[in-house]
């Protein structure tokens, strides 16, 4: 009780929320129930089963059950051009991976936004789809 009334105390000064690795581990349905979660990340185990031609009904069904509890559904793990069209096509709202940049320091992030991923944060934003 006293986690759910902090989340819900940075909730209220705007903090996003969001409960990683859906699907795996501690994640649970109840989470979506009781806690003040802006955003649900399928974990990246779902997304590559989608590589290999399986998995689809999984990501959709997490995809669609988050934009019924009026979620942002983000995908981990997405490496290839055809990822990116597999999930945009079921619909989810982000994504995160190799695909569009390898984890980096900050200091190279923000030389990676100001050059060849502002175009990436424009296009895809533009598609619904960004990371």
Known sequence: ARTVGILNRLSSMGVTLAIDDFGTGYS????????????????????????????TAVVQTIIGLGHELGLRVVAE?????????ALHGLGCDMIQGHHVSKPLPAIEF??????????????SSGSGQSS
Do not use: N, T
Request: proline share 2%.
């Open 28 to 55: 649970s349905l109840a989470y979506l129930k009781r806690l003040p979660v802006d955003e649900l990340k399928i974990d990246r185990s779902f997304v590559q089963e989608l590589a290999r031609g399986q998995g």
């Open 77 to 85: 793990g997405v490496e290839s051009f055809d990822m990116l069209d």
């Open 110 to 123: 923000e030389h990676w936004l100001a050059g060849a991923g502002a175009g990436v944060a424009k296009a």
